[in-house]
């Protein structure tokens, strides 16, 4: 059986990278270029469903065209706006379209998006998609009938290490992990003590972890996700240096932050996942700062 | 009116984790769907016991929606609710929920509430049951992720909640925030592991029996 890249490494212990691309809105595929610049520094880039809940090109559409790139694709897909049937199929489709790697998720709800009027799916939830990706694996559909031929998949899930109350974030974490997900992926981190606790609660999970890096532009961004994005905490001593630092100063004491995070967390987790947000072409960068490349 | 149905035995039994057990059962539209008659008590009552239950006490409240009425009658059997560790409750979601919200002991359905659509009679809102014929409260320390979840989740919340808040409006609680609270308050957190099946949207539909009783009334009136 063919296994994915991302699981071999991760099976053998290796420190694995992994980045994110979100397609753009229409059919430009000038944004392939970002893929392009992370080819060969990371070992697979995720692939966002309509993030934010904004109409997009697909997911599955976008990891095929890196695969036919020769890019190990992280196939991102939600239950915000497919029921049982799509789900189930867009999954035999991707891996027909040579994709392994699935990162299932509950998404988030139309209402925060460009089409706030439409109507929300969410008939599934990352935990059953994630067991009814598993039950595909063993060649039936999740009411029992037999495939005519099966996928195989590395299947993923995310965790927010910040989420408060955390025990209950640990429960659906422990769900997903007997649902089938054999990676996880995580919320931005800035916060290492907190994520040092975390990784100590779920060590006994033995599932490896990929700890999540989101560069902080500037210091607004970084106080919009204290308010807005949960389970972020940005600590005030990085707002200070990014509020402090010259216009031009900004992307360096930025990479400077995410190398700082990188090296501290390197030693914790399995790998990282670093959402770079439009700003791929200073991923390598940031990797040589963290000393990875 | 709001119709419901018991669930079956062996439903109620999974749910029904504790020995001791307090019967609470609504003598409002529950009784005009007979579920919570006497015919149909008895044999629970002949089987719980069959299963090594005690059933501590037993009452009939005319309305289970009303919560002043469930505190006048509840008064009276204060001890033998000590006594008990668990109700089970034959009501339509909305008497589940508020004898859940007044007693902070394991509160389960012995019932699934069924869709009628949107026919909630004297109930002035579908803002706590939607009727969706699987009732959930029995895991949910009585508070309905059906109506109090955004996206009706059944394993737990999404990533959304910020501060205990819906990620769509940070003045509305997260139902999953406030069931965890519940079922931490009553010892029951071991619930929330439990792996949930989707939904069946099968029962979002009005039974054709019931259609012919209830829904369309109105068009029988007009032929009339």
Redesign the interface.
Known sequence: MEISNLQKKLNEGKFVITSEIGPGKGTNLEFLKEAEILKDKVDAINVTDLQSSVMRLGSLCVCHLLVEMGIEPIFQITCRDRN?LALQSDLLSAYVLGIRNVLC?????P??GDHPESK?V???????LL?VASELMEGRD?KGNQLDGKPSFFLGA?V?PG???L??QI??M??KI??GAKFFQT?AIYDLKKFEEFMKRVEKYKVPILGGIVLLKSAGMAKYMNE????VTVPDRYIEMLAKAKKEDRVKISLEIGAELIKGMKDMCSGIHIMPLGWDKYVPELLYLSGLI | MIYSELKPFDEILKLLKEEKVFLILCNGCAEVCKVSDEENIKEIEKKLRENGKIIEGKVKIDFLCSKNLIIRKLSRYTEKLLNSSSILVFSCGIGVQCVSKMIDLPVYPATNTVYLGGFQGLWPGEERCLECGTCFLGITGGICPITFC???????????????KC??DSEKDCG??LI?EKLKKIGK?EI??E?????N?KLVEVPSNLRKKVFFDIDKNEEL
């Open positions: 049982r998720l509950t998404g988030d709800h209402i925060l929300p969410f008939d599934l939830d990352s935990v059953s067991k999740m995310v927010s989420y408060e109350p025990e209950l429960i659906k422990e769900k007997m649902a919320q807005n994005v949960a389970g | 955004t996206k009706q989740l059944v394993n737990g919340p999404c990533g959304g909640t910020n501060k205990g990620e769509i999953w925030a965890y957190l929330l592991k792996y949930q099946e989707p939904r949207y």
